[in-house]
Nanobody, 114 residues
């Protein structure tokens, strides 16, 4: 059974940092491109960062230079380091393959507010 579990969200002030983690089970993790997605209230879910099986990364324009995606294939995990956070980064963050194949996890809420 495929399961994706996200963690690490919280409330942070503008300019702050958070590190999100996602652990995967039930998939051949190392062969897939993995992504972090987010969904803000009233908006569609969007891909913000992805990392290939070889470690090549790609970022949505608004997060370039602020977010860093990484993976550990041995631990079947993918992380998202988020720095210089802005109120517009407020959303529920999810991980999944890119493109997404697996059932979505519960996500982790990130709120950026003073």
């Amino acid at each position: 059974q495929v399961q994706l579990v996200e963690s690490g969200g919280g409330l942070v002030q503008p300019g702050g940092s958070l590190r999100l983690s996602c652990s995967a089970s039930g998939i051949a993790f190392s062969v897939f491109t993995m992504g972090w997605y987010r969904q803000a209230p009233g908006k569609e879910r969007e891909l913000v960062a992805s990392i290939t099986s070889r470690g090549n990364t790609n970022y949505e324009e608004s997060v370039k230079g602020r977010f860093t995606i990484s993976r550990d294939n041995d631990k079947k995990s993918v992380a998202l380091q988020m720095n210089s956070l802005k109120p517009d980064d407020t959303a529920v963050y999810y991980c999944n393959q890119n493109p997404p194949f697996s059932p979505w996890g519960q996500g982790t809420q990130v709120t950026v507010s003073s």
